[in-house]
């Protein structure tokens, strides 16, 4: 068991991220490995195709692709400095597309637009 605050060093010792879920809620560790700057190889499940650009912010191979994703932890491991430029752009993509001030204000208007549907007692 590893203590969450103590996870990032796991992620900046890693030399890729790979993830063969076929379900996942909110998949936090993929923004938390692009954080880290770590180039992404995950199968299609929920979250992973709005952080991973196949391509440029990591690789996407189908549920049970064995060889695909072999050939893509292969590809990154072998060719460091495209590993590196991918991990880089993931890293801004993250920076870019998550900002704390838009979520907030993307849930505030969540919520107000469900309080205005609801009937008044």
Known sequence: KVCYKDMFRYFLAADIFVITSH?????????????????????????????????????IVDFGDYIGLSQKILY????????????????????????KEEILENYYDMYEQTISRCPVY
């Open 76 to 99: 990154l491991l072998e060719n460091t400095n495209i590993a590196r430029d991918i991990g880089n752009r993931a890293y801004d993509f993250i920076i870019n597309h998550y900002k």
């Open 23 to 59: 379900y996942e809620g909110t998949c936090m560790v993929i923004q938390e490995a692009a954080m880290a700057k770590k180039p992404i190889v995950s199968t299609p499940h929920a979250g992973a195709q709005e952080t991973i650009k196949d391509g440029r912010t990591g690789f």
